[in-house]
T-cell receptor, first 110, second 114 residues
């Protein structure tokens, strides 16, 4: 049973576009929601993270929007670049353990 | 480089053989996690340690899997009598239990069981 549901599975945007990746969860015990970026053959790298008492967090070109009542959160990438082409995973943490979504493969065309 | 390191990076083995992977966490990180990632999926939790104590094990960690962290520093993950279904990327992460307790991942060990 997937604890964190992520969509879309893949996304293609033009350079400068704003890809949006969505995640949803059910378990209200989750206390921390990170996003990871993964390039082929590499381990996941933390991109940005948010706690459930915050509705939005921005770091550089990356923004998380968090809707606690709807149990949904999303990642927005402003002014996307070809170098952003990677797989993005949302995750949720409970008791130290991370539960990951299935990932979104993002392709940014130049 | 002071990040999480894992060795070997790649391992090819025949079904039925035993394999062992090593993870060196970021120094001073006393929590260490093992995850498994199959193609097209997100990482799945296997187990984690706080110092040398193994605090939680997933149901994914069958009897053929054992993890240790004998001195609270590096950790090993051993798979006995490997099966083709064990083929995956094995990821290690570490964290420090204050603040956001961010988990930092290593590059992973890719296992192929023939």
């Amino acid at each position: 049973q997937q604890q964190v549901k992520q969509s879309p599975q893949s996304l293609i945007v033009q350079k400068g576009g704003i890809p949006i990746i969505n995640c949803a969860y059910e378990n209200t015990a989750f206390d921390y929601f990170p996003w990871y970026q993964q390039f082929p053959g590499k381990g996941p790298a933390l991109l940005i993270a948010i706690r459930p008492d915050v509705s939005e967090k921005k770091e550089g070109r990356f923004t998380i929007s968090f809707n606690k009542s709807a149990k949904q959160f999303s990642l927005h990438i402003m002014d996307s670049q070809p170098g952003d082409s990677a797989t993005y995973f949302c995750a949720a943490r409970r008791a130290g353990r991370l539960y990951f979504g299935r990932g979104t493969q993002l392709t940014v065309w130049p | 480089d002071t990040g999480v390191s894992q060795n070997p990076r790649h391992k090819i083995t025949k079904r039925g053989q035993n394999v062992t992977f090593r993870c060196d966490p970021i120094s001073e990180h006393n929590r260490l996690y093992w995850y498994r990632q199959t193609l097209g999926q997100g990482p799945e939790f296997l187990t984690y340690f706080q110092n040398e104590a193994q605090l939680e094990k997933s149901r994914l960690l069958s009897d053929r899997f054992s993890a240790e962290r004998p001195k609270g520093s590096f950790s090993t993950l051993e798979i006995q009598r490997t099966e083709q279904g064990d083929s995956a990327m094995y990821l290690c992460a570490s964290s420090f239990p204050t603040g956001q307790e961010t988990q930092y991942f290593g590059p992973g060990t890719r296992l192929l069981v023939l």
